[in-house]
């Protein structure tokens, strides 16, 4: 689904941010990217959504090469992927319905289409019967299943999750990665940056660690024990 063939992302003045990466991740294959603050997990997520551009090298999404897709052609790109961030991105002038219903409204989905994506994308994370409050009266971990809910309204077949559950207690975090996998059970392919490394050991899944812009492990955690980030 996503592979990284020998990229490099050099910024202006000379900074690596990547330095040949590569790497393969499967339809359905839920992954952990992790690395010390400037490592390039940033660099490598904006590369897929082609907020950025490879120096060199090849990024292929869905049998695509990235470097092939017109400026013009760059929205239609990011309708493959879902998004997830740490600090949510909730829009606290519309209520949960509203905030969802977002990402459909944008591509001219009909009223009738958008309530039933909402609704359904609300129920699997659990808050159907908050579509009318607002986000402000939501706890952290509410918030942040919003945030997932409208990530996955269009059904993406890539998941993104910056840091997703850097604000939350063990227990709500749990409960985002329980999520996460039932995306994955369902052919969502799922690559989640994170510092939190006590939830990655837990999880028990492929783990792609960055060090200075260079892949330097790939695989489970248990093999990567004693090698830090």
Same mark, same amino acid.
């Given at each position: 689904?996503?592979?990284?063939?020998?990229?490099?992302?050099?910024? &202006?003045?000379?900074?690596?941010?990547?330095?040949?990466?590569?790497?393969?991740?499967?339809?359905?294959?839920?992954?952990?990217?992790?690395?010390?603050?400037?490592?390039?997990?940033? *660099?490598?997520?904006?590369?897929?959504?082609?907020?950025? !551009? /490879? *120096?060199?090298?090849?990024?292929?999404? @869905?049998?695509?090469?990235?470097?092939?897709?017109?400026?013009?052609?760059? /929205?239609?790109?990011?309708?493959?992927? @879902?998004?997830?961030?740490?600090?949510?991105?909730?829009?606290?002038?519309?209520?949960?319905?509203?905030? +969802?219903?977002?990402?459909?409204?944008?591509?001219?989905?009909?009223?009738?289409?958008? @309530?039933?994506?909402?609704?359904?994308?609300?129920?699997?994370?659990?808050?159907?019967?908050?579509?009318?409050?607002? &986000?402000?009266?939501?706890?952290?971990?509410?918030?942040?299943?919003?945030?997932?809910?409208?990530?996955?309204?269009?059904? &993406? &077949?890539?998941?993104?999750?910056?840091?997703?559950?850097?604000?939350?207690? /063990?227990?709500?975090?749990?409960?985002?990665?329980?999520?996460?996998?039932?995306?994955?059970? +369902? @052919? +969502? *392919?799922?690559?989640?940056?994170?510092?939190?490394?006590?939830?990655?050991?837990?999880?028990?899944? !492929?783990?792609?660690?960055?060090?200075?812009?260079?892949?330097?492990?790939?695989?489970?955690?248990?093999?990567?024990?004693?090698?830090?980030?």
């Amino acid at each position: 689904m996503i592979s990284f063939s020998q990229v490099y992302k050099r910024y &202006p003045g000379g900074n690596d941010a990547l330095c040949g990466v590569s790497f393969e991740l499967e339809a359905g294959e839920m992954v952990f990217l992790t690395g010390h603050s400037g490592a390039g997990k940033s *660099t490598l997520l904006k590369l897929i959504m082609l907020i950025e !551009r /490879p *120096t060199s090298g090849q990024v292929v999404i @869905g049998g695509r090469n990235v470097n092939r897709i017109s400026r013009r052609r760059v /929205p239609h790109h990011r309708r493959q992927f @879902g998004v997830v961030f740490q600090n949510h991105h909730l829009l606290f002038d519309r209520n949960v319905f509203e905030n +969802v219903a977002l990402p459909l409204q944008i591509e001219g989905y009909s009223s009738k289409e958008v @309530g039933r994506r909402v609704r359904a994308a609300l129920d699997k994370v659990g808050l159907l019967d908050k579509e009318r409050q607002q &986000p402000i009266a939501l706890s952290g971990g509410e918030q942040q299943r919003v945030g997932i809910a409208r990530a996955i309204v269009n059904k &993406p &077949p890539v998941l993104l999750a910056d840091e997703p559950t850097g604000n939350l207690d /063990p227990a709500l975090s749990a409960e985002i990665m329980s999520l996460f996998e039932q995306f994955t059970e +369902v @052919g +969502v *392919t799922t690559l989640i940056a994170s510092h939190d490394h006590g939830l990655i050991k837990r999880m028990n899944k !492929r783990v792609m660690a960055l060090q200075a812009g260079e892949l330097v492990f790939d695989g489970l955690l248990s093999e990567h024990v004693g090698k830090g980030e």
